[in-house]
């Protein structure tokens, strides 16, 4: 039963261009959500995050924004550059309780030059 | 702070035998995760420890999977005996808190012939 879902295994963006990664949930308890970027033989590293209160959240280049009520999230980059070429994971928790950060399958993102 | 250090990188192993896995999780931190990286399932929670304590096991596939938290700056992931299907990249992660960022280590790729 996969709770977060990245529907798209992978995606190919020419520099300079938005890349938009999409992720759904089923669990309306999740109220917390974040975005891990993960290189080659690396372990995945915080990106950023959005509360449930919030609809967006902006980090220089990168934002995320939250639909609620279609239990849908999105990670935008703008300008799209070759670094950001990685497998981005899209991952939900419960804010008070469990502990646990449920990960969604990832999604590779390739930016062309 | 080094991160987290996960040994061995890689293991090859063949069906049947033992595997132990060991993680140095980040000095300070109270809480340490055990994840399977899969194609299918993205990063899947095996086990957590709160203060060296087993909290939340029912991630583990099978009673052929075992972790133990010694003490605040170890741990282990054994799998006994191993089976190909146990073919992954397994991640160790350490945060402050048990809802707190979670750093993760680089992984150790196995691969069971």
């Known amino acids: 039963d996969q709770q977060v879902k990245q529907n798209s295994p992978s995606l190919s963006v020419q520099e300079g261009r938005i890349s938009i990664l999409n992720c759904d949930y089923t669990?309306?308890?999740?109220?917390?959500f974040l975005w891990y970027k993960k290189y080659p033989a690396e372990g995945p590293t915080f990106l950023i995050s959005?509360?449930?209160?919030?609809d967006k959240n902006e980090d220089g280049r990168f934002t995320v924004f939250l639909n609620k009520s279609a239990k849908h999230l999105s990670l935008h980059i703008v300008p799209s550059q070759p670094g950001d070429s990685a497998v981005y994971f899209c991952a939900a928790q419960w804010v008070q309780g469990a502990q646990k950060l449920v990960f969604g399958q990832g999604t590779r993102l390739t930016i062309n030059p | 702070d080094a991160g987290v250090i996960q040994s061995p990188r890689h293991e090859v192993t063949e069906m049947g035998q033992e595997v132990t896995l060991r993680c140095k999780p980040i000095s300070g931190h109270n809480s340490l995760f055990w994840y399977r990286q899969t194609m299918m399932r993205g990063l899947e929670l095996l086990i957590y420890?709160?203060?060296?304590?087993?909290?939340?096991d029912s991630g583990m596939p099978e009673d052929r999977f075992s972790a133990k938290m010694p003490n605040a700056s170890f741990s282990t992931l054994k799998i006994q005996p191993s089976e190909p299907r146990d073919s992954a990249v397994y991640f160790c992660?350490?945060?402050?808190?048990?809802?707190?960022?979670?750093?993760f280590g680089a992984g150790t790729r196995l691969s069971v012939l």
């Open positions: 959005i509360s449930s209160i919030k």
């Open positions: 992660a350490s945060s402050l808190t048990s809802g707190g960022s979670r750093y």
């Open positions: 669990n309306s308890m999740f109220d917390y």
């Open positions: 420890f709160n203060n060296n304590v087993p909290i939340d």
